[in-house]
């Protein structure tokens, strides 16, 4: 991977960390073609001319723009404990989701604060950036800091479509969403789920409260399960 600033008319430059795992761990050969692509949809065929000051530069064979899937799906997760969100960040960006946010809650236990968030936000950036390599998607799902209750409502207020998942909702998921959307956020609690009066703040906020159906799914599954079923209804996988 390269971001933009690393593309010339008919050359890419890989950053030092990218040529070591291109020749060390990779371990591309000088006669290979290799794939790189920037993060935001160009995808480019190149052949390796050498390293320069500790950069892989490669020439351009062709090159190609993809286009970014429609809907876009974003994901609101509220933070759960130990390492299941760092499992939430990648199997969301193999999937292809376009965006993911972390949020407390009433119920989540962990609390992050200072120079933690940032930490954590640089860590969960390198998580969506490995797997989008990994699963050769030519876009790399957006992350951001953690936030608190009340950033995340304000959010969710401004996105065109949202639907959160809490097990007394009387709606299924699908029920609930429309035929044609450029955006669609889903919301899903921690472990313990989402407290009555939370609930309340997300529907006065503007999200749908949909069902899974009668079985109770943990968190990092409950997110997993979703957005898979909106990328599955929206003809994005399968």
Request: net charge neutral; hydrophobic share 45%.
């Amino acid at each position: 991977m390269a971001p933009e600033g690393d593309w010339l008319s008919d050359r890419v430059l890989l950053s030092v960390e990218e040529t070591h795992h291109a020749l060390h761990v990779l371990r591309v050969s000088p006669t290979e073609t290799i794939c790189v692509f920037d993060g935001n949809g160009t995808v480019a065929r190149c052949a390796m001319d050498g390293v320069k000051d500790g950069r892989l530069v490669a020439s351009i064979i062709d090159k190609r723009t993809e286009p970014r899937p429609w809907p876009e799906i974003a994901l609101y997760q509220a933070a759960p404990k130990g390492a299941k969100l760092d499992d939430i960040v990648v199997r969301s960006a193999e999937l292809g989701i376009a965006e993911l946010r972390v949020f407390e809650s009433m119920r989540t236990v962990v609390r992050w604060r200072g120079a933690k968030v940032a930490q954590l936000a640089a860590r969960w950036h390198g998580r969506a950036r490995a797997a989008a390599k990994q699963s050769r998607n030519p876009f790399v799902m957006r992350t951001g800091p953690s936030m608190t209750w009340p950033e995340m409502l304000d959010r969710i207020g401004k996105e065109p479509f949202v639907v959160t998942l809490w097990e007394d909702a009387s709606t299924g998921l699908r029920d609930a969403l429309p035929a044609t959307a450029e955006r669609i956020a889903v919301v899903v609690g921690p472990e313990g789920g989402f407290a009555a009066e939370e609930a309340e703040a997300l529907a006065a906020a503007g999200a749908a409260l949909v069902s899974l159906g009668p079985r109770i799914f943990r968190t990092e599954m409950a997110s997993v399960a979703a957005t898979a079923a909106l990328l599955w209804h929206y003809r994005l996988i399968g």
